[in-house]
């Protein structure tokens, strides 16, 4: 694709014409030499601020520019954004402890679940801190730059909404890695159970009993301890999932019309007019008022009552 | 894949080097040029958190000096007044500029003077000045396109303005492309030729030739200007395959379908988008005709019911969890689903209130074969039909002329006479005033097949071995010209060179453009013939993309210019 860059002329023709200007101001203002060199330093450094030219406030007042400050919600979404990007740093620690707790080991393992536990707890606190941060993004500020407000809060839904359904996704293919890893200890067990009482069937049937017994408390601590887990996890999905149904309604449907740069250009010149018509109305209706008739309705009622009370002691 | 990738990396390209919050003002052109290539979205991953037209974005005059501005506009007059008012009072802290054609050094001018707080940072010219609506179909969206059906001598003022934007676009076209063209046109119409001759002198030859001086490819690709008057049937047929129907029936704009004024809808159901590059089944079935798309249709609802009724049943945990997961597909595949099933629906309704099914099949006979006497008969049954309407009557009696002009003109008049009789609003002069714009005197290729013996003999050989689908038997125009380019076989005759750059050999890539607008129908044949693999690739464009209506405002508008300026002179 061809494209041309038109940057070089245009400076120098806009360097050229300020040039022309300068001579102007010097002679107008009638200092000379120095406001000309002042002028072209501040044309050169467009960044640097009007400190420059103490004196003669005439043609500096033109060309300083002063870099005003963004809004306060901008630091709101740039804290989000960091949030984010944390968020996504601890995940990358989440998926190196869930790959280490899953790898057979002989201690008890609990450690690792310890930091599971606390890493996903993070992570989802940092996410909810997040969303509440953005749905607040929506209140504060001035009207001017509201479609600006509400796009930041829309790319930062969207960004926060993938980041909750790959935690989300991560915690589950842990799950059921999890159950699985569990399931097949005890799945041996079984087995082993099933042949012991058949090599048991014709020997004494108490001590089948009691050999059961004794598996089955094993098989039921088991049992427990993995409902334990499998619960926090199930609490942790929920917690997302709420949290997704609140990001779902700033997120923007792909494909559709709401996506569509021209429909969203329209919608916000419809929606001002709209908003100027409602003023006009609301403006209309209140210079009809009934208050307002009442009012004068009275005032006069009142001058003519004060004009009959006067002539009465006059006439009287 | 060709123009809309053209397109989106431009864009990419205008905003990838900009850092921080941006931006982003278009005019009234650039801003379908961009909608169709590029989503909101997408957009916003980039940090362009705000989009405006330039000519709002001027009446507000609070400072976002934390913004960064980039504008993308035509390199307009108007545009650059307003570009001179917003940057004498800046409220942004950078402007970055793009501008979609050629500047003239006058305006770059105009603008440096503006500039007297150096908020300028860039101005370059990045040549996205067509609007890509398919891979390989362009349109201009140009508003008063029936100017091209006006001698010059009618309307001296207008008509340079439609050639130097035809012109431009055209530029703008083979600048993303990066190649320089061999130009040809229809000879026998002198729009086409103004156009071709003006396209060679101001862009690629003589004026800006350092801009085209691209490397040189052994075969240099051909551009054809043709005018539509040379296939006036196309525009005025009904049509039967999915994105052609839709735009026929009920007007497709920018890949965006307005619903609004065709019934009572959801308000998510009200304004569609129909793009092949974000909805996989619309690129799947755009071009299948009616009945296939009703069993696609069909299948794709099944499919989705199968998956609702399993988000139905959640019993488990981890159903639940696996719900979650697919939400946000299954509600995109929600979306689809309705907006298909919506649009068939409101479709197969106004086929049934038109009756366009007995309609269509007198046309295709009028377009494709059938003899006169029987076309006679089956028009004047339809016209005596009450329930087809006032423009179906038209249109029918239409496509008879042009068809049957010179055989037999008692029964012609009697056609218009009952015409006339029927509606007062469809006066039987605008068939007469196609007759003088596209007769057969007027047209250079056989657009019935009845000029030359091969294509007698081929027609011939068509109706005796009958078509698989009646109401989709109609090639367009377009087709032919297409395969003569393939053999080589286009006649230097009927489509001259311009200048003296003639085509050494077969051409690998060609840019038909239809100067008074293509049809869909026409963009489906260039797809279908791309797809075929015959080493040569097509791409189409227009000044507008036409239907039956648009057609018809055009040719009213035309005939009500030229009875104006006949009144005055």
Sequence with gaps: ?316 | MVLVSAVRDYINRMLQDISGMKVLILDSHTVSVVSVGNSQSELLQKEVFLVELVDSISKSKESMSHLKAVYFLRPTSENIQHLRRQLASPRFGEYHLFFSNILKDTQIHNLADSDEQEVVQQIQEFYADFVAIDPYHFTLNMPSNHIYMLPAVVDTSNLPHFCDRVVDGIASIFLALKRRPIIRYQRTSDIAKRIAQETAVKAVYQQESGLFDFRRMEVSPLLLVIDRRDDPVAPLLNQWTYQAMVHELIGIQDNKVDLRNIGKLPKDQQEVVLSSEQDAFFKANMYENFGDIGKNIKRLVDEFQQISKSNQSIQTIEDMAKFVDNYPEYRKMHGNVSKHVTLVIEMSKIVEERKLMLVSQTEQELACNGGQVAAFEAVTNLLNNESISDIDRLLLVMLYALRYEKESPVQLMQLFNKLASWSAKYKPGLVQFVLKQAGVDKRTGDLFGNRDLLNIARNMARGLKGVENVYTQHQPLLFQTMESISKERLRDVDYPYVGNHFQQGRPQEVVIFIVGGTTYEESRSVALQNASNSGIRFILGGSVVLNSKRFLKDLEEAQRMARSSMAVV
């Design chain 1, 1 to 316: 694709m061809a494209t041309r860059n038109r940057t070089v002329v245009y400076r120098r023709h806009r360097d050229a014409v300020k040039s022309v200007r300068a001579p102007l101001f010097s002679s107008a203002s009638g200092s000379g030499g120095p406001v000309i060199e002042m002028a072209s330093l501040l044309g050169s450094n467009r960044s640097s601020y009007a400190p420059l030219s103490t004196e003669d406030p005439g043609p500096s007042s033109r060309d300083a520019f002063t870099v005003g400050l963004p809004p306060s919600w901008v630091d709101d979404s740039e804290q989000v954004a960091a949030n984010i990007q944390r968020a996504r740093a601890k995940m990358a620690e989440l998926v190196k402890a869930h790959a280490k707790a899953l790898m057979p080991s002989f201690e008890d393992g609990k450690e690792d679940q310890h930091l599971i536990e606390a890493l996903t707890q993070e992570i989802t606190d940092i996410l909810r801190r997040s969303e509440k941060r953005l749905q607040k993004l929506s209140a504060s500020g001035s009207a001017e730059d509201s479609n600006v407000r509400k796009n930041v809060q829309r790319s930062l839904a969207t960004d926060l909404q993938n980041l909750s359904v790959d935690l989300r996704r991560k915690q589950s293919t842990y799950l059921k890695r999890l159950q699985q890893q569990k399931e097949g200890p005890d799945g041996v067990d079984l087995e082993m159970n099933l042949n012991g009482n058949k090599s048991r069937l014709e020997d004494d049937e108490f001590s089948d009993v009691g050999f059961n017994e004794q598996q089955t408390v094993k098989i039921k601590k088991g049992q427990q301890e993995r409902e334990r887990e499998i619960n926090q996890v199930v609490q942790s999905v929920n917690e997302l999932a709420q949290i997704m149904k609140d990001l779902s309604v700033l997120v923007i449907d792909q494909g559709t019309i709401v996506d569509r740069i021209d429909y969203n250009i329209q919608t916000v010149a419809v929606s001002v007019d709209e908003g100027l018509k409602q003023l006009q109305k609301a403006e209309r209706t209140q210079k009809k008022g009934g208050m307002v008739r009442c009012a004068t309705v009275l005032v006069i009622m009142c001058f003519i009552m004060l004009v009959l009370l006067i002539l009465k002691e006059i006439l009287f």
